[in-house]
């Protein structure tokens, strides 16, 4: 009786401790507004390193994440940022797509939809994870024919939609945890100009 009791005494333990360790990685830990955005370096879309420190306080930056290469949402998204850019541009700002595709996933994308911003490859999620951003991990893909054939781009990481927008000091101006794909750009060009 005595060992059951201690038995379920550390199960119940254990589960504790298991929840304890899952709410630590939610993203009640993401950043704010009023943050100073945190400085990361990773490949951008030509497999170049993108510096965060050689773009964060020098303009302002449309940081937006998004799950996958080639998908409907994801795809609307950026063809509405590419359709704004020149309006985005004339108020100094940049535009930067962040998911855990590789450059050459990003590489097809950019081509078949004729995207002018750079695009940056989070293979391992580490970006995500600094800016709180959910992220799942494992193995999916996505089929899309490019070029009149199919191609099939691979991912390990898979983002939450959100978006930042980062002011001329670095810091945090705005954040979209609920960001609606197609919208997203229009609404972004609104905050942008509140900025100014």
């Given amino acids: 009786m005595i060992r059951r009791y201690i ?9 504790l401790l298991t929840a304890s360790a899952v709410v630590a990685k939610e993203p009640s830990d993401s950043l704010s507004v009023g943050d100073t955005a945190p400085e990361f ?8 390193q993108w510096n965060s420190a050689d773009h964060f306080g020098k303009k302002i930056v449309v940081l937006y ?3 996958a290469d080639m998908t409907g949402g ?8 590419r359709d ?4 985005l541009a004339s108020q100094q700002v940049e ?14 994308f950019k081509k ?28 999916k893909s996505v089929k899309a024919i490019i070029d009149g054939s199919e191609q099939i781009l691979k991912r390990d990481v898979t983002a939450k939609r959100w978006t930042f927008v980062i002011d001329r000091d670095g810091k ?3 954040r979209d945890d609920k960001v609606k794909a197609k919208q997203d750009p229009a609404k972004i060009l609104d905050v942008v100009k509140d900025l100014q």
């Fill in 7 to 15: 038995s379920g005494a550390c199960l119940t333990l254990l589960c």
């Fill in 41 to 48: 370096s990773v490949k951008d879309d030509q497999g170049k």
């Fill in 65 to 67: 994440f998004y799950p």
């Fill in 74 to 81: 994801c795809t609307a998204q950026a063809c509405g940022y």
């Fill in 84 to 87: 704004t850019l020149a309006d």
């Fill in 95 to 108: 535009v930067v797509g962040v998911s855990g595709d590789s450059v050459e996933n990003h590489q097809w």
């Fill in 112 to 139: 078949a939809h004729e995207l002018n911003f750079p695009l940056l490859a989070d293979v391992d999620g580490e970006v995500a994870e600094k800016f709180g951003v959910p992220i799942t991990r494992g193995s």
């Fill in 172 to 174: 945090i101006a705005y």
